[in-house]
């Protein structure tokens, strides 16, 4: 097992070629997995075990039934209701929606009988039980893998032929196989190698990173520059490509391949005294945020707020309206205008 040493802290990861595709098959052979919703995560996961030969089947309800048609499963073979494809599953993937896992939650029970394995992406539901209400059998396995990206990005991995990094949990182990289970589930779904976690330590930085850096600050940073650009005078275009289209595609890419320090390095001398300057200044201003977001996190008020708005009947419509706001903002109209004299896409 790979030991990897960053700073005195040594954590061992589970890596493709360590725990084989093969060995995977060989783990999983007289199991069926039942992936409960065929939403972002769920389809990403369910294409690639299908792909990856591994017994697949999936339960998905209105919203998304025609599509898991359209992608290959067959009603009544391997695709049902979820209920039912909880019943025949022995590996129960539940990566429904947090509110819906909720909402499910007392109907799918039933169906976890003693032996099965509760699979999450996310430890949402378990983590904070007193408000979803999800609390396993003690006779099965519960456990978790959960890809460092969206189920796009792991359906789009596994076909460009590279692996998701996933962290990996056993919550509950009922039948002494439930590590073994959930390494070949995080191989068979695509995982080029795997981390270990808790069900706590993935929620919390889960939260914490959705909100911060990987998405809320994200778009919250970019809107901020580019707005302070437009008040200056700087066209739409001018502003958006030193704030979005730059980060993207230029700089980004070099921190991937090497590192912010390599990224750095390959500027030029103005850009590295001018980012090393500024940066000391944008991580303090942004700390107290950061600590009162965790704070958050960890005692439960940015789930019961989760909880709350997406159980609302009316969730899907008040979502659109907020993302169509975004869309027809200033800002990323002239993104889709960018974007769209990309040579790549000129050439189409």
């Given at each position: ?23 995977a ?5 007289d ?9 972002v ?7 690639n ?17 025609q ?16 209920l ?5 599953g022995?590996?129960?993937?539940y ?26 992406s ?10 979803t ?16 990206g ?12 590279s692996g998701?990094?996933?962290?990996y949990a ?16 995080g191989i068979?779904?695509?995982s ?12 919390y ?15 919250g ?12 005078g ?14 993207t ?7 991937a391949q ?19 300057d500024w ?12 600590d009162?977001?965790?704070?958050r ?11 709350e708005?997406n ?28 974007r769209?004299?990309?040579?790549e896409?000129?050439?189409k």
């Amino acid at each position: 097992m790979p030991k990897l040493n960053i700073g005195g802290e040594v954590e061992e990861v589970i890596t493709s070629e360590e725990f084989t595709l093969d060995r995977a098959r060989k783990v999983l052979k007289d199991e069926t997995v039942a992936v409960i919703g065929y939403g972002v995560q769920g389809r990403g996961q369910a294409l690639n075990m299908r792909d990856n030969g591994i017994r697949c089947i999936v339960g998905e309800g209105d919203y998304n039934w025609q599509k898991a048609i359209d992608e290959g499963f067959v009603i009544g073979e391997t695709l049902f209701p979820p209920l039912e494809a909880a019943k025949r599953g022995t590996i129960v993937q539940y990566l429904m929606s947090d509110a819906g896992q909720k909402e499910m939650w007392p109907d799918l029970k039933p169906h976890l009988t003693k032996g099965k394995a509760l699979y999450f992406s996310h430890g949402f539901s378990v983590v904070y039980k007193e408000q979803t209400g999800v609390i396993p059998p003690a006779d099965i396995d519960v456990i978790l893998v959960a890809p460092k990206g969206a189920g796009r990005t792991v359906r789009d991995n596994f076909l460009a032929g590279s692996g998701i990094n996933s962290s990996y949990a056993v919550f509950q182990d009922a039948t002494g196989r439930a590590l073994e289970r959930t390494l070949a589930v995080g191989i068979a779904i695509g995982s080029g190698y795997l981390f270990p976690t808790t069900f706590e330590k993935e929620v919390y930085s889960d939260l914490t990173g959705e909100r911060g850096v990987l998405m809320g600050c994200l778009a919250g940073v970019l809107e901020a520059q580019y707005n302070v650009l437009r008040k200056h005078g700087h066209s739409p275009s001018e502003a958006f490509n030193e704030t979005v289209e730059e980060l993207t595609q230029s700089l980004m890419p070099l921190v991937a391949q090497n590192g912010m320090d390599w990224m750095y390095a390959n500027c030029s001398t103005t850009a590295q005294r001018g980012a090393l300057d500024w940066k000391n200044r944008f991580r303090d201003a942004v700390a107290p945020v950061f600590d009162e977001l965790y704070e958050r996190v960890a005692s439960g008020k940015e789930t019961a707020i989760v909880l709350e708005v997406n159980s609302a009947p009316d969730y899907r419509e008040r979502l659109q309206k907020e993302l169509d706001t975004m869309k027809n903002s200033e800002m990323w109209l002239a993104g889709a205008v960018v974007r769209s004299l990309r040579p790549e896409r000129r050439k189409k």
